[in-house]
Each structure stands twice: as C-alpha cells, then as structure tokens.
C-alpha cells in the first residue's frame, strides 16, 4: 500500500491562494497518475485535477485558470497551487494516487486537508 500524506489546508480569505502538497511513500511503487478531489460538506467527492505520468493534466471546469496542479516525480510529491479562491471551493482535499505496486495496480487516498474561504 502507498500511503499519502497531504499538507498545505487552512483559512484563507477570498480571492487568496493556498498550496496544497502530497507525498506519497512505500515500498517499491511506480506512480502512473496524481490527482485531487475534492469533497464539500454534504456533496460527494469530485475530481478536482488530475496529472499523469506523461504530465496530462485534466481540470475540473470550476478550477479551470485558477488552480494548477504539478509534481515532482524524483520526490513522489503533487502539489495543487489554487489562486483566486472562492467559498465555494471551501471543501475537505483529498490527494489520491494511482501507482503499479508488486506488479498490481493500487488506488491510495490521503487523509484530507481542509481548506475554507471566507467571503
């Protein structure tokens, strides 16, 4: 199992920026993508963005031009760089990982990392 520590999370107001980070550890995994969703109080969990090995990003429409996600593949590391914060981005993050491991593939989630912003 690869586990996944988030950090970054925290109260900020609107229009500011956070960036989130997540490391991911183990034994012997080859990371194949990196994302972060995103689950606000009483919704489901949403995909939020999303990098590849090949570096492949996807964004969700409400993030589009504000956040930007990256990784540091020497340090096992995706950050999420969001900007121009609205409330409604308030939500639990949740760093997962998609990484071939004793040659299965496995899904790891972090524990989540909480961002508010306030109006």
């Known amino acids: 199992q690869v586990q996944l520590v988030e950090s970054g999370g925290g109260l900020v107001q609107a229009g500011g920026s956070l960036r989130l980070s997540c490391v991911a550890s183990?034994?012997?995994?080859?990371?194949?993508?990196m994302a972060w969703y995103r689950q606000a109080a009483g919704k489901q969990r949403d995909l939020v963005a999303e990098?590849?090995?090949?570096?492949?990003?996807t964004y969700a429409d409400s993030v589009k031009g504000r956040f930007t996600i990256s990784r540091d593949s020497a340090k096992n590391t995706v950050y999420l760089q969001m900007s121009s914060l609205k409330p409604e981005d308030t939500a639990v993050y949740y760093c997962?990982?998609?990484?071939?491991?004793?040659?299965?593939?496995?899904?790891?989630w972090g524990q989540g990392t909480q961002v508010t912003v306030s109006s």
């Open positions: 990098i590849t090995t090949g570096a492949i990003t």
């Open positions: 997962k990982v998609v990484a071939i491991q004793d040659r299965a593939l496995s899904t790891s």
């Open positions: 183990g034994n012997s995994f080859s990371v194949f993508s």
